[in-house]
T-cell receptor, first 108, second 112 residues
């Protein structure tokens, strides 16, 4: 089955810094989603981005489908950005396959 | 904006008891999913459901588990005889049209 690898596994930054999270996947996909898991465990859908670039406030994402990777950018980090970020992919209307996540810690 | 809802938010049960986790997907969605996340681990697929039948299930989804869409709006996951290792966060998701999956807030199941 398709493999999803996220890097780095852990990232610690000071408030105000910028960060880049990476997601590599092993096969072609027609869905890629980025999630933020908040302290209550909820999965917050950040982007649905099977290809191209999207921006939402301080967050943006780029997926290069032909090279099988996606990047999530967080600019001017805030402490509320802390948590685990998951990338997940699928082929068709099938199960999402999640990566192991990147744990982001933003220190004040 | 329509959203997927799940109840209860937290359930505590004793080992060996049956639990039913409930989900209300977005009304015009056609594909439904259950995922689980053991504390500190990644989210894992359990089962997908389409046209009133299971379309795919994982190795985790053994005979202890069952799913149902009893009334055209609810989507339930039943665990017949819970084990300690069933303690996890359970997420329901649904899709329509595009392949973007919409997730509910999750049910935290604690088996004691």
């Amino acid at each position: 089955g398709i493999q999803v690898e996220q890097s780095p596994p852990d990232l610690i930054l000071q408030e105000g810094a910028n960060s880049t999270l990476r997601c590599n996947f092993s096969d072609s996909v027609n869905n890629l989603q980025w999630f933020h898991q908040n302290p209550w465990g909820q999965l917050i859908n950040l982007f649905y981005i099977p290809s191209g670039t999207k921006q939402n406030g301080r967050l943006s994402a780029t997926t290069v489908a032909t090279e099988r990777y996606s990047l999530l950018y967080i600019s001017s980090s805030q402490t509320t950005d802390s948590g685990v970020y998951f990338c997940a992919v699928t082929q068709g209307a099938q199960k999402l396959v999640f990566g192991q996540g990147t744990r982001l810690t933003i220190n004040p | 904006e329509p959203e997927v809802t799940q109840t209860p938010s937290h359930q505590v049960t004793q080992m060996g008891q049956e639990v039913i986790l409930r989900c209300v997907p977005i009304s015009n969605h056609l594909y439904f999913y259950w995922y689980r996340q053991i504390l500190g681990q990644k989210v894992e697929f359990l089962v997908s459901f389409y046209n009133n039948e299971i379309s795919e299930k994982s190795e985790i989804f053994d005979d202890q588990f069952s799913v149902e869409r009893p009334d055209g709006s609810n989507f339930t996951l039943k665990i017949r005889s819970t084990k300690l290792e069933d303690s996890a966060m359970y997420f329901c998701a649904s899709i329509y049209g595009t392949y973007e999956q919409y997730f509910g807030p999750g049910t935290r199941l604690t088996v004691t």
